[in-house]
């Protein structure tokens, strides 16, 4: 998906919701009991508190035995919180390309993440160095573009790349190129999110 950063930041500053400090007992149930149904299970009923009905953009990440078992997620606020949850929900369920759909019996165990994103910011850099010295470790998920080539990281992939440069390398590799390219038409950006994990 190709978009303007300019306008992907102004939508999201122009609606993102304010979270209340329990978002996670909303946010988490609701992907799970989406999945559920779309298995079939049994789902209990969901709270449906009014920010969940603000313009929102989040990713849901499936994690089993500890190891990635799905993530996907929307960087532009388009479509209500809620409605971006339940999607991307069902997406990483289901049509996440790196896995087969998820069983009945793996979503026991599964553990679940919500990933709320706050509006994106365009980076402005003299060079490579100078926007990795700007970037903050476990803070900043980080949008790499140039032509066509597009990828993100969440901040939580700084627990696996730490070091700015590797979290930078691997980020453009994801992304389709070496991990030592650069060129002045890259375009980065940077946004926040808070995030909501089961068991946590």
Known sequence: MSTDIGALAMAQMQATATLPENAGTILLPLARNTIAAQLGLPAAPAADPPWLHARGAAFVTLTLDGKLRGCIGTLEAHRTLGEDVKANALAAAFRDPRFK??????LVNVKIEVSALSPVTLMQWHDEDDALAQLRPGVDGVIFEYGHH????????????????????NLKYKGGLPPDFWDPAVKLSRYTVSKYREGA
């Open 150 to 169: 597009r990828s993100t990281f969440l901040p939580q992939v700084w627990e696996e790349f730490p070091d700015a440069k590797t979290f930078m390398g």
């Open 101 to 106: 759909a998820l069983s009945a019996d793996e």
